[in-house]
């Protein structure tokens, strides 16, 4: 017999977040759509599923190539690098790829019309996320860069609070979980 496994956020019933999500989810104009690597959705530590679980314009697809039409007019990649042009106005929609970093980088060479897109790379902000080692400074979760973005784009950092404290929950619970087994 297999685990119990929460039909919403498809943790494993001990690790479900959902009790933490804000409800209703957050409300914001710029829509957000992550192309997940689909070796990442399996990963417990995996970030994404805050995002389209716990902000109402947000969804994610699986894959690695993807059709450009999911792109909408005014988006934007949020991807570290130099801008492919001028940020719009405008912005719509924000495109976010979730991966590793050389799934990532995988990702973005297997779709060139992302790299077409205007790109928006966040300045180094220190992670959150205690249970993930970072190679570089700046390098955030999925879940980090795209709440610091959509309050970039759009102002009211506060208005993601109940999110951010969702996610903090979540690592205090992996670490406990850590320490209770001897892994920390």
């Avoid at 409300?27 to 959705?41: F, K, M, N, W, Y």
């Avoid at 894959?63 to 042009?85: C, H, M, Q």
């Avoid at 990702?107 to 790379?121: E, F, H, T």
């Amino acid at each position: 017999m297999g685990r119990t496994v929460c039909p919403r956020c498809g943790r494993p019933a001990p690790t479900c977040f959902c009790a933490t999500l804000p409800a209703p989810a957050i409300d914001h104009r710029t829509g957000l759509l992550v192309l997940q690597h689909p070796a990442e959705s399996g990963h417990a530590k995996n970030t994404a599923a805050f995002l389209t679980l716990g902000l109402r314009a947000a969804c994610l697809l699986r894959g690695t190539v993807f059709d450009a039409g999911v792109a909408s007019p005014g988006a934007v990649l949020l991807y570290p690098g130099e801008p492919a042009g001028p940020l719009p106005v405008d912005v719509r929609q924000l495109i976010l790829l979730d991966g590793n970093w050389r799934q990532s980088r995988r990702m973005l060479a297997a779709n060139p019309w992302l790299a077409g897109l205007p790109r928006l790379a966040l300045p180094e902000l220190p992670s959150r996320y205690a249970l993930r080692r970072a190679h570089r400074p700046g390098q955030l979760s999925t879940l980090e860069a795209g709440l610091h973005a959509l309050a970039l784009l759009e102002g009211g950092a506060e208005r993601f609070e109940p999110l951010w404290a969702a996610f903090d929950a979540f690592v205090h619970a992996g670490l406990s979980r850590r320490r209770e087994t001897g892994f920390a």
